[in-house]
């Protein structure tokens, strides 16, 4: 039977209204089973640490387990890559990080695309890191450390936590805009940098704020500046780099993502709920404890950072040659 036009086309309307009410009431039932958060670092490390806050919140505020996965590797690209090819149900999610912002460019053949393949969904936090030597190390200041590296040239070790890492693309970066000559010399991690910081094997490192501060109250560490653009209000007399060089700026930063696809309402729901948790009282402490600030983002917002941050730290690689292990 050929329907009249007029009743095809409310028929039709009607689908598609009772489509998009059963889309909306199965995002408003979101989660109604356990949901994975995937970490591209080693349990105990600093994007773990900040992804179980988050988990623990968000199975408070949503009544379902937050699990955290670990998957370390390949500059946590093991991990993203998991979540890219998982189901957009929301059951999946992934820590995003700077760390995911420079592989891009590290790695040539990546089989997805960290901007475009992973849907943002909200930042989480923020932290400095600071730029620190050994006590027994000449330069007190930033300004004595360039001048001390242009006449000593080669001279100067600086540890990282690995190739890629937060503490090595700030090194790279103040290298470039200083244009001085330092030896990189990975760990596997941030505890071996630190130690051997802390013996005097290598010279400058640039720190997570959560490992430093109290190494530096104890006078085992001294600061030379942080990488923020302004100076970090726990450490108010230790000067920015960005006061002696406008262009730098490399903070270690954190948020949540999902797989391409991911439904417009789970991705709202999921943004509201760490925003809000972002304003608790307790939160905020736990993460000022860390070393970090919340970092309470829209979607879109935090979209745009992922790919400024991208953009950013490719240009300083390629400027840099810097290889994969």
Do not use: C
Not at 264 to 293: F, Q, W
């Amino acid at each position: 039977m050929k329907l009249p036009r007029r009743n095809f086309l409310q028929l039709a309307a009607g689908a598609t209204a009772q489509a998009a009410v059963s889309h909306f009431a199965w995002a408003q039932a979101y989660p109604s089973r356990p949901v994975r958060i995937v970490v591209g670092d080693a349990a105990g490390g600093a994007p773990d640490t900040v992804a179980r806050l988050i988990g623990q919140l968000l199975a408070e505020r949503l009544g379902q387990p937050f699990v955290i996965e670990n998957r370390p590797g390949a500059g946590t690209n093991i991990a993203t890559e998991s979540v890219v090819r998982a189901p957009p149900d929301g059951y999946t999610l992934l820590v995003v990080s700077n760390s995911a912002a420079s592989s891009a460019s590290l790695y040539e053949k990546l089989n997805f695309n960290i901007v475009s393949d992973i849907t943002p969904v909200a930042g989480i936090a923020r932290a400095p890191l600071v730029m620190v030597v050994n006590p027994s190390f000449p330069a007190k200041t930033v300004q004595e450390f360039v001048a001390y590296a242009k006449t000593n040239p080669g001279a100067i070790n600086m540890a990282s936590a690995g190739i890629g890492t937060g503490p090595h693309m700030a090194g790279e970066l103040f290298k470039v805009l200083f244009g001085i000559n330092m030896v990189h010399v990975p760990f596997r991690g941030g505890p071996p940098a630190l130690t051997a910081i802390l013996g005097g094997q290598a010279h400058v490192y640039f720190i997570a704020t959560s490992s430093s501060i109290e190494l530096i109250r104890a006078g085992k560490l001294r600061p030379l500046g942080v990488t923020t653009a302004k100076r970090w209000e726990v450490l108010p007399d230790v000067p920015a780099i960005g006061e002696f060089a406008p262009d730098y700026e490399a903070s270690i930063w954190f948020g949540v993502g999902a797989p391409k696809n991911t439904s417009a309402e789970i991705v709202d729901k999921l943004n509201k709920e760490i925003s809000a948790g972002l304003t608790d009282p307790k939160i905020k402490l736990r993460l000022a404890d860390l070393g970090n600030t919340g970092l309470s983002l829209l979607p879109g917002e935090f979209g745009k950072l992922i790919a400024n941050e991208t953009t950013k730290w490719g240009k300083v690689i390629r400027t840099a040659n810097i290889k994969p292990e």
